[in-house]
Nanobody
Framework: QVQLVESGGGLVQAGGSLRLSCSASGVAFSSYSMGWFRQAPGKKREFVAAISWRSGSTDYADSVKGRFTISRDNAKNAVYLQMNSLKPEDTDVYYC???????????????????WGQGTQVTVSS
């Protein structure tokens, strides 16, 4: 059974940093591209960042470029999102997601992903 479990969310002041982690089980992790998305109540799920399964290439939403960094550790079956210079508008529930052997522009589409975590709340106070 595939499981993705996020951790690392919390409350932080504007300008601060958080590091989200997502641990995967039940999948051949190195064969999955991983994405981070976020969603506020009543809004669509929004792409944040993705890292591809083979090349490790990364992609970011314009709103987080230069502030967030996605990385993965295949030995630990984990993907991370380092979030710096946080802003109040970054407040959301953050989800990690997995997709099997897909790369490129499809990684920014939440409907492409098969597996999702339960989400972790990030709150940035002004």
């Amino acid at each position: 059974q595939v499981q993705l479990v996020e951790s690392g969310g919390g409350l932080v002041q504007a300008g601060g940093s958080l590091r989200l982690s997502c641990s995967a089980s039940g999948v051949a992790f190195s064969s999955y591209s991983m994405g981070w998305f976020r969603q506020a109540p009543g809004k669509k799920r929004e792409f944040v960042a993705a890292i591809s399964w083979r090349s490790g290439s990364t992609d970011y939403a314009d709103s987080v470029k230069g502030r967030f960094t996605i990385s993965r550790d295949n030995a630990k079956n984990a993907v991370y999102l380092q979030m710096n210079s946080l802003k109040p508008e970054d407040t959301d529930v953050y989800y990690c997601a997995a997709i099997f052997r897909v790369a490129g522009t499809r990684l920014s589409d939440p409907y492409e992903y098969r597996y999702w975590g339960q989400g972790t709340q990030v709150t940035v106070s002004s």
